[in-house]
Structures are given as structure tokens and as C-alpha cells.
């Protein structure tokens, strides 16, 4: 069985850091691509910041500067490093794993963790 679970998220002030983490299980972790999604309310969900097996990683720009992907493969975890938050990047935000055969082999979901930016 297939999971990813998400932690980390939180209320944070304006200006503020947080480090999201997304634990796989039930995958060959190291030949997934891994990115980090987000959706507000009333917004269609968005990537984030992807991660390719061989560590190339893909930013939206409005996040560029501020965050920064990694992946760890012997403990099948993705991070994302959040820097400078605005409370615009309020939003849930949600792990994806992506095998290189996407999308004749389908891709998982995590269930998403909630991060707040307010004063």
C-alpha cells in the first residue's frame, strides 16, 4: 500500500519558516519524481517545486528564492524548505510522487497539510 504523509504545516507570522516533510512508503522512492503542490481555497491546485530522480528541481516563480525542495532517498523523504513567508502562500499543501512511466502508471497523493501565513 501506497502512502505519503505529510508534516510540518502550521500558523507562522509574516517573514516566517517553516520545513514541510513528506514520508513515502509502498514505492521505489528513488525513481519517483517528487514535488510539492498547494491549493488555496477558491484556487485550482498548483505545483510547487518538483524534484527529479537525479536531484533537477523545478520552482513556480513565485516561490522562487524562497523555497527550496530536497529529497532524501535511503529514508524515502521529500522536504520542502519554506523561507519568507507571505500570506499568500496560505494554502494546503500536498506531496506527490510520479513514476517515470506518468501517466500509464498513475501517481500518489498525500493528504496534505495545512499551512497558514497571518499576523
Known amino acids: 500500500q501506497v502512502q505519503l504523509v505529510e508534516s510540518g504545516g502550521g500558523l507562522v507570522q509574516p517573514g516566517g519558516s517553516l520545513r514541510l516533510s513528506c514520508a513515502a512508503s509502498?514505492?521505489?522512492?528513488?525513481?519517483?519524481?517528487m514535488g510539492w503542490y498547494r491549493q488555496a481555497p477558491g484556487n485550482q491546485r498548483e505545483l510547487v517545486a518538483s524534484i527529479t530522480t537525479g536531484g533537477s528541481t523545478t520552482y513556480a516563480d513565485s516561490v522562487k528564492g524562497r523555497f527550496t525542495i530536497s529529497r532524501d532517498n535511503p529514508k524515502s523523504t521529500v522536504n520542502l524548505q519554506i523561507n519568507s513567508l507571505k500570506p499568500e502562500d496560505t494554502a494546503v499543501y500536498y506531496c506527490?510522487?510520479?513514476?517515470?512511466?506518468?501517466?500509464?502508471?498513475?501517481?500518489?497523493w498525500g493528504q496534505g497539510t495545512q499551512v497558514t501565513v497571518s499576523s
Open positions: 506527490n510522487a510520479r513514476p517515470p512511466q506518468y501517466p500509464v502508471l498513475k501517481d500518489y
Open positions: 509502498g514505492i521505489a522512492f528513488s525513481l519517483y519524481t
